[in-house]
């Protein structure tokens, strides 16, 4: 079995993810109920309370999804389920998946994409994937693909790429030291956000990596 972890700017909640910059969306399940008939559940996070009404907003006025509805609200999280339109449906990658073999693992969207982990049963699947992908004109970008061990066999982390670059660099600055080497505003300098940011994207990396793990 493979490991293929790439980002794709798919049409399905993209907009909105990039209209509202500090939502984050983590896919939980696309099913179809008939033949036109498609829907998607997912959590989203946002820094901001008034964030949540920006994205609710911006997601009416896409394309690809309409009849949002918010089902549950926990912490600082909240589960949506969208319609795919004709045009979610016909770029919906699901039954791609499945025509390959392949199992989407996790599939995290923000305003750069959505970053995506999925194991194929081998590379031929892999790269019809991304022909699918070319023929829709979905911008795909490969970041890696590699054998699955006994090791990641659960499915591994699906911290999102600003999640992992905080925490690696609140190891190497020091910041988990005691006493800490530096301040949490310091390790936002040190990532070019705020103080704030650096917080939340610090917090949600710890909390995915134990609800993972643990």
């Not at 493979?2 to 980002?7: D, H, K, N, Q, Y």
Request: aromatic residues 10%; charged residues 30%.
């Amino acid at each position: 079995m493979l490991i293929a972890v790439f980002t794709i700017q798919h049409p399905v909640l993209g907009g909105a993810l990039r209209a509202v910059p500090s939502a984050e969306a983590s896919w939980e399940e696309t099913y179809s109920s008939d033949d036109v008939l498609t829907q998607m559940l997912f959590w989203v996070t946002c820094e901001e309370a008034s964030d949540f009404d920006a994205f609710e907003e911006a997601v009416g006025e896409t394309s690809a999804v309409r009849n949002l509805v918010e089902f549950a609200e926990v912490d600082d999280r909240r589960l949506y389920r969208v319609d795919f339109t004709e045009e979610g449906r016909r770029t919906n990658l699901m039954s791609e998946f499945i025509g390959v073999g392949a199992v989407l693992q996790s599939a995290t969207g923000t305003a750069d994409g959505w970053r995506c982990r999925v194991r194929f049963p081998d590379r031929e699947g892999y790269r019809r994937l991304f022909e699918v992908c070319e023929a829709h004109d979905i911008p795909f970008r490969f970041e890696r693909i590699y054998e699955q061990t006994s090791v990641d066999a659960d499915g591994g982390s699906t911290l999102t790429d600003p999640q992992r670059e905080t925490l690696l660099a609140a190891v190497e600055s020091g910041y988990l030291d005691i006493p800490r080497a530096v301040s949490l505003a310091e390790l936002g300098e040190r990532l070019g956000v705020s103080q704030r940011s650096a917080s939340e994207r610090f917090r949600r990396g710890v909390k995915k990596l134990i609800r993972e793990h643990l």
